[in-house]
């Protein structure tokens, strides 16, 4: 072979590299989404095997609002921990106490990878730093309740979900906002809400409203909306188990209503 046929080839080889990368890279991206898919499909049956068991799916988060007592902010991802080969954490919990009080503090900063998109460039801990409290560190997560099933103090039977469990949402993707680059740090932790014996420190979002002021993927620093990594939209589990992944363009309307478990409204799920 000649030095120019040698050149040749390797343009020839460089160019098809070229060409295959995006394909290699969109592959990469579609079993990323479809991984993350399967994992909210795991966290919505372990949702159905807590209602088989107690009548009703488990509270988003055992928190009330400052004038009221203080709760432990434990939420619905702690009381799945059985449910999702979690058991040894799951009983080293003092379920008595805050989530960041005692020995549960080192524990809510525990990785449960389940609880990860693999999507998400954000470390799998949090450094979260409170005004008048020592600074501490909160294991990340991708997935957070919608409020129709689950929020604050909540207790909702599978009967009371009335616009049809296939088309009310129960889970959802946002996400982590490590704080690196100076702004405060969100996530949506498996353990719920950081709960001192005091006070709550809200770094952890563990359920959010599905609202039309905030679509899907409407912000990256938006704590307070569903979103992703993927591209053009997020995963979902809804409240009958399944997994969908919908459209970050979906109707804003379409995606409130989606949101709610009573009321009343009618929409074709896209």
Not at 32 to 53: F, S
Not at 151 to 176: F, I, K, N, P, Y
Not at 216 to 222: R, Y
Not at 253 to 264: K, P
Request: glycine fraction near 10%.
């Amino acid at each position: 072979m000649t030095l120019i046929e040698l050149l040749v080839a390797i343009a020839i080889v460089g160019i098809l590299g070229a060409l295959l990368l995006p394909a290699v890279q969109h592959a990469r991206a579609s079993a990323r989404q479809l991984i993350c898919k399967n994992q909210l499909r795991q966290l919505g049956l372990a949702l159905h095997e807590y209602h088989g068991t107690h009548s009703c799916f488990p509270a988003g988060s055992y928190v009330m609002g400052p004038s009221f007592p203080m709760q432990t902010g434990w939420g619905w991802g702690a009381m799945l921990l059985p449910a999702v080969e979690q058991r040894a954490l799951y009983d080293a919990i003092d379920f008595r106490q805050g989530t960041a009080v005692g020995g549960n503090l080192a524990l809510i900063a525990t990785p449960v990878s389940l609880w990860r998109c693999p999507s998400d460039v954000a470390p799998d801990r949090i450094n979260a730093v409170p005004l008048n409290r020592p600074a501490f560190n909160l294991a990340s997560g991708n997935f957070c309740g919608s409020e129709g099933i689950l929020s604050a103090m909540s207790c909702v039977r599978l009967a009371a979900v009335t616009d049809g469990a296939s088309q009310t949402l129960m889970l959802g993707e946002r996400l982590v906002q490590s704080g690196e680059d100076g702004s405060l740090a969100f996530t949506s932790a498996w353990c719920g809400q950081a709960a001192f014996v005091d006070g709550y420190e809200y770094r952890s979002v563990p359920h959010l409203e599905a609202s039309r002021s905030t679509p899907i993927n409407v912000s990256v620093t938006n704590p307070f909306c569903f979103g992703s990594r993927h591209t053009g939209g997020a995963n979902f589990a809804m409240a009958d188990g399944s997994a969908r992944f919908f459209s970050e363009s979906m109707d804003s309307r379409v995606f409130e209503s989606l949101g709610t478990a009573n009321g009343g409204e009618v929409v074709q799920v896209p």
